[in-house]
Nanobody, 114 residues
Framework: QVQLVESGGGLVQAGGSLRLSCDAS????????MGWYRQAPGKQRELVAV???????NYAESVKGRFTISRDNAKNSVYLQMNSLKPEDTAVYYC????????WGQGTQVTVSA
């Protein structure tokens, strides 16, 4: 089992920044890829950014150049630095860890006002 706890969400004006954190505990040695997904009201959950244990990164086109995913394997944590936020970035952001199974955090709300 892997437990994930997200933090760092909140309310910010357009153009502002937020940094999300996700701390993993449990069978963390089995984790390969970690990532961030988001779900806006009435929409499907979508990938935002993922990072492998080796540091390879992938981003959704909509966040490239604005968001940066990073990982601290020693702290078993993954981060999402979000800059130049737009109202369309408003969503619940979820951390995901992939091992033998996929594990999800409880989500953290990000609201960007115009």
């Amino acid at each position: 089992q892997v437990q994930l706890v997200e933090s760092g969400g909140g309310l910010v004006q357009a153009g502002g920044s937020l940094r999300l954190s996700c701390d993993a505990s449990g069978r963390i040695f089995s984790i390969n890829t970690m990532g961030w997904y988001r779900q806006a009201p009435g929409k499907q959950r979508e990938l935002v950014a993922v990072i492998t244990s080796g540091g390879s990164r992938n981003y959704a086109e909509s966040v490239k150049g604005r968001f940066t995913i990073s990982r601290d394997n020693a702290k078993n944590s993954v981060y999402l630095q979000m800059n130049s936020l737009k109202p369309e970035d408003t969503a619940v952001y979820y951390c995901k860890a992939s091992a033998r199974y996929d594990y999800w955090g409880q989500g953290t709300q990000v609201t960007v006002s115009a």
